[in-house]
């Protein structure tokens, strides 16, 4: 049982040039969450998905695409990376509602865009 | 709107103090309550979590934290620190069946011996 998996771990960009985060679950999770994480400001929700096939808007979306093909796998992307991009991406997954259930996090992904 | 708000953003304590975490929240209403933690290098864990009821809960690795609601407060105690426990702690509030959690910028916790 891996949890939540992520993939890269680590990543450097260029300016405008484009990637795609993978996160996968193996619990089966309905909800799947994409944040990022930045000196001084904590958890910043980019986007998340209460279901296959379902997307909807964060905090910070801007910038970023997701999609949820699958119900274990959520992709994000960055279509034309900015240096404001640079951070610590975390996936994270919940059976469902994270108030009533625990929100499981992957080991995040260090992205560098120079 | 709800919010989080962690006033420390670096505590440091020598092993074996007690220690205790800020935390307020602003909410129209009795919102859920969240601690988790952050150890180097890795995704956040759950430590403990507040809905309903007794206002002291426990946690894992010998966490508590106490609701208080007259101070809009979710502080997050340990009575004696282990340098194991040297880690980022948020604080996370959410409504009822929200779909989402709001999190705190987070305290630091540096752990001497």
């Known amino acids: 049982n891996a949890g939540v998996t992520q993939t890269p771990k680590f990543r450097v960009l260029k300016t405008g040039q484009s990637m795609t985060l993978l996160c996968a679950q193996d619990?089966?999770?309905?909800?799947m969450y994409w944040y990022r994480q930045d000196p001084g400001m904590g958890l910043r929700l980019i986007h998340y998905?209460?279901?296959?096939?379902?997307?909807a808007k964060g905090e910070v979306p801007d910038g970023y695409n997701v999609s949820r093909l699958k119900k274990q796998n959520f992709l994000l992307g960055l279509e034309s990376a900015a240096p404001s991009q640079t951070s610590v991406y975390f996936c994270?997954?919940?059976?469902?509602?994270?108030?009533?259930?625990?929100?499981?996090f992957g080991p995040g992904t260090r992205l560098t865009v120079t | 709107a709800q919010s989080v708000t962690q006033p420390d953003i670096h505590i440091t304590v020598s092993e074996g103090a007690s220690l205790e975490l800020r935390c307020n929240y602003s909410y129209g209403a009795t919102p859920y309550l969240f601690w988790y933690v952050q150890s180097p290098g890795q995704g956040l864990q759950l430590l403990l979590k507040y809905f309903s009821g007794d206002t002291l809960v426990q946690g894992i690795k010998g966490f508590e934290a106490e609701f208080k609601r007259s101070q809009s407060s979710f502080n997050l105690r340990k009575p004696s620190v282990h340098w194991s426990d040297a880690a980022e702690y948020f604080c996370?509030?959410?409504?009822?069946?929200?779909?989402?959690?709001?999190f705190g910028t987070g305290t630091r916790l540096q752990v001497f011996p």
């Open positions: 998905s209460v279901g296959e096939g379902t997307t």
């Open positions: 996370a509030v959410g409504p009822y069946n929200t779909d989402k959690l709001i």
């Open positions: 994270a997954s919940s059976s469902s509602t994270p108030t009533q259930y625990e929100q499981y």
């Open positions: 619990m089966n999770h309905e909800y």
